[in-house]
Nanobody
Framework: QVQLVESGGGLVQPGGSLRLSCAASGILFNLNVMGWYRQAPGKERELVAYISSVGNIKYADSVKGRFTISGDNAKKTVYLQMNILKPEDTAVYYC?????????WGKGTLVTVSS
């Protein structure tokens, strides 16, 4: 059974940095797309960034130049380095995995950007 476990959320001041990690287990093969979504209070869940197992990467326009997604296939872990954080980045961040037509979600980790 596929499980995704996020870590690294917390409280940070505007302009600060955080790194989120998502460790996947139960993956039989490395052919997948892993990514990060976020949901702010009162808003719909939105894509932040994704990376495929062959290295294709996409970012939301709102995070381009500030966030960097990367993956470690050996560790089955995806990272999201978040720099120059803004109050509007405050949200619950969810790890997502797509593989063989199926989709899996982590439980989420809260990121709060506030002074």
């Amino acid at each position: 059974q596929v499980q995704l476990v996020e870590s690294g959320g917390g409280l940070v001041q505007p302009g600060g940095s955080l790194r989120l990690s998502c460790a996947a287990s139960g993956i039989l093969f490395n052919l997948n797309v892993m990514g990060w979504y976020r949901q702010a209070p009162g808003k719909e869940r939105e894509l932040v960034a994704y990376i495929s197992s062959v290295g294709n990467i996409k970012y939301a326009d709102s995070v381009k130049g500030r966030f960097t997604i990367s993956g470690d296939n050996a560790k089955k872990t995806v990272y999201l380095q978040m720099n120059i954080l803004k109050p509007e980045d405050t949200a619950v961040y969810y790890c997502n995995l797509k593989q063989f037509g199926l989709e899996y979600w982590g439980k989420g980790t809260l990121v709060t950007v506030s002074s």
